[in-house]
């Protein structure tokens, strides 16, 4: 009987002007102990952690990972722990698609190649921005569409996270919908000239570069009126701030800092306060590692 440990990161998509196409993984996970059970037993989950799941939805999420890769898996044991804020803008579906295709693997008929995994947890989730993040660590830039996905991995930029998680709630349907159909030439030229800085500085590991490169005008400026005090905390200016951003879709927000992240993190929350929304604050490391696996200590007994 199989026993294994498996954690994915969260993960921030977009970066401001990279809007669907970069990711950065951030050290904050859900972990999954896995234990295959005797045939003919139901499968069992149970849920515990700072964000415990509440419902089926992060188990969805692994189930469909499963049954990509390995449709005739045995039963199983799942035992999920949450640190991933849920539905936040910070990838928390994007982790738990890769853990169901990295448990999927370990019971799929052959092996499978990592960058054919890769590209099932991108299909799972629909964005490979958050997707790849969470499967490879570090940052990622990624193309998708008719002439399928093409990405690149760098190291994660030497500066911590700011993460400040306000309390609205924000579905990341609801947060494309607020997007404009078309834009103006001059929007697109900005952020094109922006996502290739961005890539470049995370390419070159010049984070003096990422203030300027994050700079965003197709997603951002939109999402700002669903998320109260946004508009202030990426306006902020700050010695030790080297990048600032809405997370995802939102409504969460990343900043990247040199040295310690708390007073570029309290400046954010008291941007949402004169809002009138309460915030919560995470300080993070980026994560150098995407999904990883370990071998659990053999089962003692029950099935
Ligand atoms: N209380 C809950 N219990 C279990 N699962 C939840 C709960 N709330 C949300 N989920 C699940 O968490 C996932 C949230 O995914 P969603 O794509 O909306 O946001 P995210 O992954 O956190 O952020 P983003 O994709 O914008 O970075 C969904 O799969 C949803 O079903
Ligand atoms: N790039 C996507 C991320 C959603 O998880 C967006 O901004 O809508």
């Known amino acids: 009987m199989r026993a294994f440990r498996i954690s ?13 196409a970069v990711g950065i993984a951030i050290e904050i996970r859900i972990t999954a102990e896995v234990r295959e059970r005797a045939p003919g037993l139901a499968n069992r989950w149970t849920y515990r952690g700072a964000h415990a799941p509440t419902h089926d939805g992060l188990r969805t999420c692994i189930e469909a990972g499963i049954a990509a890769l390995a449709p005739s ?31 999927g693997a370990q019971f799929a008929p052959a092996t499978i190649e990592d960058d054919v995994q890769a590209r099932a947890v991108a299909a799972l989730e629909g964005h490979p921005d958050n997707a ?16 399928g996905l093409t990405s690149i991995r760098f190291p994660p930029p030497d500066v911590r996270a700011a993460v400040v998680v306000p309390s609205i709630v924000l579905p990341t349907a609801e947060a494309r919908a607020l997007l404009p159909q078309t834009y103006a ?4 030229v ?16 010049r984070i003096d570069l990422l203030r300027a490169a994050v700079r965003d005008t197709l997603h951002q400026p939109y999402r700002a009126a669903a998320i109260p005090g946004l508009r202030e905390a990426l306006a902020l200016e700050d010695p030790a701030l080297a990048a600032v951003a809405l997370s995802g879709a939102g409504p969460s927000v990343l900043a990247l800092v ?26 993070p490391a980026l994560a150098a590692s995407g999904v990883s696996m370990t071998l659990a200590e053999p089962a003692t007994g029950s099935a």
């Open 258 to 283: 040199f040295g310690d992240p708390r007073p570029v993190a309290a400046r954010i929350a008291a941007c949402f306060e004169r809002a009138g929304v309460a915030s919560t604050v995470l300080t």
């Open 73 to 103: 898996a045995p039963p199983l044991d799942v035992d999920l722990d949450n640190a991933i804020p849920l539905g936040a803008g910070l990838g928390s579906s994007a982790a738990a698609y890769a853990i169901g295709v990295a448990i």
């Open 132 to 147: 790849l993040a969470a499967w490879y660590g570090g940052a990622v830039v990624a193309a998708t569409g008719d002439d």
């Open 190 to 205: 900005h952020n094109i000239q922006r996502a290739a800085l961005l890539g470049a500085a995370l390419a070159a590991g």
């Open 8 to 20: 994915a990161p969260a993960s921030s998509a977009n970066l401001g002007a990279g809007f669907d």
């Open 185 to 188: 030439r001059a929007d697109v």
